[in-house]
C-alpha cells in the first residue's frame, strides 16, 4: 500500500511564496521518479515538475520554470515544492504523484502509478 501526502498549500499574496510537501509511505523504495502536478478549475491537469530518484534530475514545465523548485528527502520519502513569485495563474489543487518504472518521459500524469489527495494553492492579485 502506498501513501502520498501533500501539505503545504494556502492563500498567498501575488510574488509570495509557499513550500509543498508530499510523504510518501508504504513500497517507496520502488519509485523511480516523483512530480508534481496542477489542475485548476475548468482545466485539465498538467505537469509542473519531476525528479528522478536516481542522479536527481529535475524537470519543469515552461510556465514555472526559474520559479519553481522540485527537491527530493530520500532518507525522508519526501518531495518539496519551492515556488517563489507565484502568480494568480499558478493557483490551483497540486498533486504529488509517483511511478514505479523508468519511463522516458515524465510529462504525461497517465504514465504515474500512484498520486496524492492534493493541495489547494490560491494565489490572490
Known amino acids: 500500500q502506498v501513501q502520498l501526502v501533500e501539505s503545504g498549500g494556502g492563500l498567498v499574496q501575488a510574488g509570495g511564496s509557499l513550500r509543498l510537501s508530499c510523504a510518501a509511505s508504504?513500497?517507496?523504495?520502488?519509485?523511480?521518479?516523483m512530480g508534481w502536478f496542477r489542475q485548476a478549475p475548468g482545466k485539465e491537469r498538467e505537469f509542473v515538475a519531476a525528479?528522478?530518484?536516481?542522479?536527481?534530475?529535475?524537470y519543469y514545465a515552461d510556465p514555472v520554470k526559474g520559479r519553481f523548485t522540485i527537491s527530493g528527502d530520500n532518507a525522508k520519502n519526501t518531495v518539496y515544492l519551492q515556488m517563489n513569485s507565484l502568480k494568480p495563474e499558478d493557483t490551483a489543487v497540486y498533486y504529488c504523484?509517483?511511478?514505479?518504472?523508468?519511463?522516458?518521459?515524465?510529462?504525461?500524469?497517465?504514465?504515474?502509478?500512484?498520486w496524492g489527495q492534493g493541495t489547494q494553492v490560491t494565489v490572490s492579485s
Open positions: 508504504g513500497r517507496t523504495f520502488s519509485f523511480q521518479a
Open positions: 525528479i528522478r530518484r536516481s542522479g536527481g534530475y529535475t
Open positions: 504523484a509517483a511511478v514505479n518504472n523508468y519511463i522516458y518521459t515524465l510529462y504525461p500524469a497517465e504514465l504515474y502509478d500512484y
